[in-house]
């Protein structure tokens, strides 16, 4: 049973347009997000992170919103660059707990 | 910056080898952490460890084992290797527990099983 879920395998999307990534979690104990970003043949690198008392970070072109009552956060990218196209991970911890659970991914892919 | 290293890019190994994937890391972590990608599933943890000679099954341990007897190696062993263990395996460290820590991963190792 996936806890976190990235129901788009993919997303294609014009230079300086707005990305948004989507994100859904079923365990009500995650208290913190975090947003990973992965070129081929690299590890995944951290991007942006989000805790529950939030609703909204942002970090230059990124945003990540929260929303708790539906369980769903979201990454927006304004405006979206080629070097953007990567696969992006959503990822969740609960309190206490010592390991981050996995989305499937979503892969973007920004056209000039 | 944290350099989390895998000693191999690429393996190519057969079907019933014994495969071992070392990962180091060099900022004095405990906890480390061992996941597999796949297309359609994202990264599933394997084991984890939080301590030297700890260790914790993760979601899909079967067919794996793991071992940690110093701090800074994490090694994950396929007993005998079958070809539903073709995947990039990806090692992770981790300050401490729960997200505000984050993973530090490595590059990763293509592993090829035929």
């Known amino acids: 049973d996936q806890q976190v879920k990235q129901n788009s395998p993919s997303l294609s999307v014009q230079e300086g347009r707005i990305s948004i990534l989507n994100c859904d979690y079923t365990?009500?104990?995650?208290?913190?997000f975090l947003w990973y970003k992965k070129y081929p043949a690299e590890g995944p690198t951290f991007l942006i992170s989000?805790?529950?008392?939030?609703d909204k970070n942002e970090d230059g072109r990124f945003t990540v919103f929260l929303n708790k009552s539906a369980k769903h956060l979201s990454l927006h990218i304004v405006p979206s660059q080629p070097g953007d196209s990567a696969v992006y991970f959503c990822?969740?911890?609960?309190?206490?707990?010592?390991?981050?659970?996995f989305g499937a991914g979503t892969i973007l892919r920004v056209k000039s | 910056d944290v350099k989390v290293t895998q000693s191999s890019r690429y393996l190519v190994k057969r079907t019933g080898e014994k495969v071992f994937l070392e990962c180091v890391q060099d900022?004095?972590?405990?906890?480390m952490f061992w996941y597999r990608q796949d297309p359609g599933l994202g990264l599933r943890l394997i084991y984890f460890?939080?301590?030297?000679?700890?260790?914790e099954k993760g979601d899909i341990p079967e067919g794996y084992s793991v071992s940690r007897e110093k701090k800074e190696r994490f090694s994950l062993i396929l007993e005998s290797a079958s070809t539903n263990q073709t995947s990039m395996y990806l090692c992770?460290?981790?300050?401490?527990?729960?997200?505000?820590?984050?993973?530090?991963f490595g590059s990763g190792t293509r592993l090829t099983v035929v």
């Open positions: 992770a460290s981790s300050l401490g527990t729960g997200g505000p820590y984050g993973y530090t």
């Open positions: 365990n009500s104990m995650f208290d913190y």
């Open positions: 989000i805790s529950s008392i939030k």
């Open positions: 990822a969740a911890s609960a309190f206490g707990g010592n390991k981050l659970v």
């Open positions: 900022m004095d972590h405990e906890n």
């Open positions: 460890s939080y301590d030297v000679k700890m260790k």
